[in-house]
Every structure is written in structure tokens, then in C-alpha cells.
């Protein structure tokens, strides 16, 4: 779905669009960003309606919930955000009322730094509704 949306050129044609994609992970990420940019820098001629790399498509308009979260430690956490070079995509999630929802105590490290947490668990979702909902929260 996320390929789809930036090879179709719907980030294009919606410039205020902002995505949110939930239970999907997001592990994966810096390796399709880092492959996406690389196909679309070769093979840019077949999609001319996408305007720039799809990173940054993704990284300026996409969050990720946490919810699954891939039982990261702090130090993976901090390897990620630095491999993606922004710590402004995740966004908390608990999957509540299922059995195995995620508290946030339990799914985002104690460990981390307290600005850094904040983020995640509620600066960079704040962000994206305030954006959506044009107003300032």
C-alpha cells in the first residue's frame, strides 16, 4: 500500500495529505526507503508524475504506529530513528481493548530519553491531527 501510494503519484496530486499506517511494524522501513530511492533514482522515467524521492514523500508525510511494535530496546529504537534520520514517525498505539495491547510502560522503553518518549507517545500524533484538523493543539 505505501508504494502504491507514492508510485501513483498521490502525495503529488494531494500536497497536504498525511498518512497514517497501523499494525503493519516498522523494522523494515530504513530498507525500503533506502531500495525505494534507489530504483526510483534509475527508473524514475516509468512514474514522471512522482516529483521527488519517495523518503521523502514518506518521511515529510507518513507516521507509523507502534502498535505492533517489534520488542524493541532503547538501543534499537535509537538505532532506527537514527538510520531514518527523524525521530517525528511513530506514533503510540495500544491495539486496546484486545488481549494483547500494548501499555505504553511496557512498549516504549523506559530507557529512552524522557523528549524522545514524549514524542512518541504523543507530540508526533498531536502533529499529525493538528495538521489534518488545521489547527494549532
Known amino acids: 500500500m505505501l508504494t ?3 508510485c501513483n503519484g498521490v502525495f503529488d496530486k494531494f500536497p497536504e495529505l498525511q498518512f ?3 499494525e503493519s511494524g516498522f523494522s523494515w522501513l530504513p530498507h525500503l ?3 525505494f530511492d534507489q530504483n526510483y533514482r534509475s527508473l524514475h522515467l516509468e512514474i514522471p508524475w512522482v516529483k521527488q524521492l519517495p523518503s521523502k514523500h514518506i518521511l515529510e ?3 507509523f504506529s507502534t502498535q505492533p511494535t ?3 530496546s532503547a538501543a534499537n529504537w535509537l538505532r532506527l530513528i537514527d ?3 527523524t525521530d517525528r514517525l511513530f506514533v503510540f498505539s495500544t491495539d486496546y481493548p484486545h488481549w494483547d495491547f500494548d501499555a505504553p510502560e511496557e512498549s516504549i522503553p523506559a ?3 524522557a523528549d524522545l518518549r514524549r514524542r512518541i507517545l504523543y507530540e508526533n500524533a498531536r502533529d499529525l491531527y493538528a495538521r489534518k ?3 494549532d493543539l
Request: proline share 4%.
Open 4 to 6: 502504491s501510494l507514492v
Open 20 to 22: 497514517a499506517i497501523i
Open 33 to 35: 526507503l533506502w531500495r
Open 61 to 63: 508525510r507518513v507516521k
Open 70 to 72: 517489534e520488542d524493541f
Open 83 to 85: 538510520m531514518l534520520g
Open 111 to 113: 530507557e529512552l530519553p
Open 133 to 135: 484538523l488545521g489547527a
